[in-house]
């Protein structure tokens, strides 16, 4: 009867409507449609009557793959990516409606409401950059790193019950090895400022859109001026500038890769030793100007991160923490699209010491005993923070679906004050830096270990051995 039938349509449904992206769904058809798509011309007609009909019945006016075959198209076609489709209609279409309308279809297997990743909520303190002294004991002559607690606490920071030790132990790590320029670690946030002077250097370039015809897809790939990443929000150039940003993304890459050594401003983990020598950054763009983007520019994001080289995937983004209960809610049976794309990404060999890609996600700041998710996948790394005294901080999420934990920072308040000294410190645009405290903070320390880790391989097992 019709509540079987109900029932049955309900089963395609990935997820729930709650923080979707308006006007936008997304599908996952049968073998024969996808290829029937594929040959189609036309975005708005797919050339498939039973979603011809049901395509002008929702109003969509555009079909288009979510994942990119210009790129690696065999190998996605072989994982079935090739499978998912984004459809696009009116911001005023009755969302739930419409998903309803084309999970009844039997060439749709899934439909997945586009859910909005949750945006940045910690503030930046910026402070001043001092001139450039270097303190004796120091291995590197960067003004900042003396204020960068979270590599190497020695307990004097102004944080009550601060604790020697509660760090990542970076200056030991810096003696083997400071990072590699051919390892390349993707920062999946807002826009990473790749002007800025601390970051530059280590910014990853796509020669062949640097070098070639502004406006114009010079290497072929799908994406237009991609010359230091995407932006996946707005479809096109990095930004960095636009109202409600908050530097977030140039934080998390200045604490992944900041240049050491170089005489300015703060060090990064894996920022090598001023010689040319630290890891490399791409930026993946989901968040612009206070707005997230849907799961399904996200996932691209993703994938492009594969498709270019990235061996360390970080995020400091996710969904709310219990929003998704456990992992067969995550992976719904099947997969979601983002479980596709993080999978696409762990299985894409991009450096020869590493059988696939390290995936690193912030838990979350709910303070709750449970990581968000994507964070909480059994298939990732999560990190809960820790403070200058070694101890969770207020806002961590911990407990199940966390792995690790890490420098995030904390403030405090002394009466009418509130000190910021315990927060994380890193790069901020335009040349600036600051402080920021969270999960978000916590993750990139891990994202830079891994990526110190992999360059530290590379002296291991890319040395002649001995007769």
């Known amino acids: 009867g019709s509540t079987s039938i109900e029932a049955a349509v309900m089963r395609k449904f990935v997820n729930t409507p709650e923080k979707a992206v308006q006007g936008e769904l997304i599908i996952y058809v049968d073998d024969d449609t996808a290829a029937q798509l594929e ?16 395509i002008a ?27 998912w489709y984004t459809v696009t209609m009116s911001e005023n279409a009755d969302l739930e409606a419409a998903a309803k309308t084309l999970a009844s279809v039997d060439v749709v297997k899934r439909v997945q ?16 950059a001092p001139v450039a002294t270097r303190a004796e004991n120091l291995p590197f002559n960067d003004p900042m790193l003396n204020q960068q607690w979270h590599y190497n606490n020695d ?7 601060a604790k020697a030790g509660a760090d990542i132990n970076l200056f030991s790590a810096w003696e083997l090895t400071t990072g590699r320029p051919d390892v390349i670690v993707a920062v999946v946030d807002e826009g990473v400022c790749y002007e800025h002077q601390d970051l530059k250097p280590n910014m990853w370039i796509n020669e062949a859109e640097a070098n070639g015809e502004e406006g114009k897809d010079d290497d ?11 932006n996946f929000v707005n479809k096109g150039r990095i930004t960095w500038t636009r109202s409600g940003d908050s530097g977030h993304g140039t934080h998390v890459a200045g604490t992944v890769a900041a240049v050491n050594n170089n005489g300015i401003g703060v060090a990064g983990v894996a920022g090598g030793s001023g010689n040319g020598d630290g890891v490399r950054l791409i930026s993946c763009q989901i968040i612009s100007g206070g707005t997230a983007a ?17 061996c360390v995937l970080q995020n400091s983004w996710g969904f709310e923490a219990g929003a998704i209960s456990n992992d067969q809610g995550f992976e719904n049976g099947s997969t979601s699209v983002e479980a596709e794309a993080l999978l696409y990404f762990m299985n894409t060999k991009n450096h020869p010491n590493l059988d696939g890609g390290i ?22 790394i999560a990190v809960s923070a820790i ?6 901080t207020y806002y961590t999420c911990y407990d199940r679906g966390c792995n690790v934990s890490a420098p995030g920072g904390e403030y405090y308040t002394r009466g009418a004050s509130t000190i910021d000294y315990g927060c994380v410190v890193s790069t901020l645009p335009n040349n600036k830096y600051a402080r920021m405290q969270g999960t978000s903070m916590a993750c990139p320390h891990v994202s830079g270990i891994a990526a110190l880790a992999i360059s530290y391989a590379c002296l291991l097992y890319t040395s002649p051995s001995p007769r």
Request: no cysteine; net charge negative.
């Open 359 to 380: 995936v690193i996600f912030a838990a979350g700041n709910d303070g709750k005993a449970v990581a968000g998710y994507p964070a909480a996948w059994n298939k990732l």
């Open 57 to 83: 019945e929702i109003g969509a006016d555009n079909i288009a793959p979510v994942f990119n075959l210009k790129v690696n198209a065999d190998r996605k076609r072989e994982l079935g990516m090739h499978r």
């Open 39 to 54: 040959a189609s011309e036309v975005a708005t007609r797919s050339g498939v009557m039973a979603l011809d009909a049901v």
């Open 294 to 310: 849907g799961v399904s520019a996200t996932a691209a994001a993703i994938e492009y991160a594969a498709d270019n080289g990235a």
């Open 155 to 161: 307990g004097t920071v102004d944080y009550p019950g």
């Open 113 to 128: 409401f586009s859910t909005r990743v949750k945006t940045p909520k910690e503030q930046a303190i910026e402070i001043d």
């Open 220 to 230: 072929g790939n799908g994406y237009v001026d991609d010359i230091h990443g995407y």
């Open 387 to 392: 403070a200058p005294d070694g101890l969770p």
